[in-house]
């Protein structure tokens, strides 16, 4: 499989009507904004994107509207995340029938599984489909692992073609990276830290899927772009500058601060889903002075 899932792809958020509906002028002219912005692929209805509130219908329309505004200029990663594998399959399908990229597979949550279990998971959606196949690593949200074995293993099927690694834990992302990069085939490691991201390419990963990118895609992209044209220091200080973007993620119950941020840069980002709400006004303003010391405001 041909398929390079590398650089920065940005994990959207969803903008939501304020009866939680698609906003589908919204989405349009985010999908502009990151595109613009020099991101390399979009990753929609993740984590970011509150899939956990959406009906297969509504997925299904975000997906759309990505692929339509997106017209082929950069690969869209549809986010096909359930707990059991039926579930997860029949998303896969969705995907491949409005014509996604590729797709992003989290861990089961919830449940708890064992790695013989996660490896049969992964297997079954991948050949589902033909569309290529991004692992999904969130054990601090899933409470579910990714040991280096597993993905080793799952590394060898076809059209699973990488692994997105939020785990935080930087050892873990070093080991897929080190026992997937002599593989017959290639195998794509992206952080899900946005933190971490110039660490992962000096390491030998191929850029991320950032949140952050919401915000400030041409300074994420900037991380990549320029480790790639060999201004390893510009990558740095570009790491260094999101820093406290990231670091302001406690401000308010994840993904608020995105949607918060992206309200100040003057998109329409709505509401999260409830339970989660809006941040303080002590907080918002603390959230413009990270935004002010990272230049993006």
Do not use: W
């Not at 896969?92 to 996660?118: G, H, R």
């Not at 041409?218 to 390893?232: F, G, P, S, T």
């Amino acid at each position: 499989m041909s398929f390079e899932a590398k650089g920065i792809i940005a994990a959207m958020v969803t903008p939501l009507t304020e009866n939680y509906q698609v906003h589908e002028k919204s989405l349009r002219k985010l999908v502009r904004y990151l595109i613009d912005g020099g991101v390399h692929g979009l990753f929609v209805v993740g984590t970011s994107g509150e899939f956990y509130g959406f009906s297969k219908e509504q997925r299904k329309e975000a997906f759309e509207i990505c692929i339509d505004e997106a017209a082929g200029r950069i690969p869209i990663y549809a986010g096909v995340n359930g707990i059991t594998t039926k579930e997860a399959i029949e998303y896969a399908t969705l995907a491949e029938e409005v014509k996604a990229d590729a797709i992003s597979v989290l861990t089961p949550m919830f449940i708890s599984v064992t790695q013989k279990e996660l490896y049969q998971h992964y297997a079954d959606i991948a050949s589902s489909t033909s569309l290529p196949v991004l692992l999904y690593n969130n054990v601090g949200k899933t409470n579910v692992n990714i040991s280096v074995d597993t993905a080793v293993k799952l590394s060898k099927i076809k059209n699973i073609v990488g692994i997105k690694d939020s785990s935080g834990d930087f050892t873990l992302t070093s080991e897929y990276i080190r026992n997937t990069y002599q593989n017959d085939k290639p195998f794509y490691v992206l952080s899900g830290r946005d933190t971490l991201i110039h660490a992962c390419l000096c390491y030998g990963g191929h850029g991320a899927i950032t949140a952050c990118a919401n915000i400030a895609p041409r300074l994420l992209a900037d991380i990549y772009d320029k480790y790639v044209q060999n201004d390893v220091q510009g990558s740095l200080e570009a790491q260094y500058k999101i820093a406290p973007v990231r670091m302001a993620f406690n401000l308010g119950s994840y993904p608020t601060i995105l949607k918060e941020s992206l309200e100040l840069l003057g998109i329409d980002a709505g509401p999260c889903f409830a339970p989660v709400g809006p941040m303080s006004l002590e907080n918002k303003e603390l959230l413009k002075k990270a935004l002010l010391e990272a230049g993006v405001l």
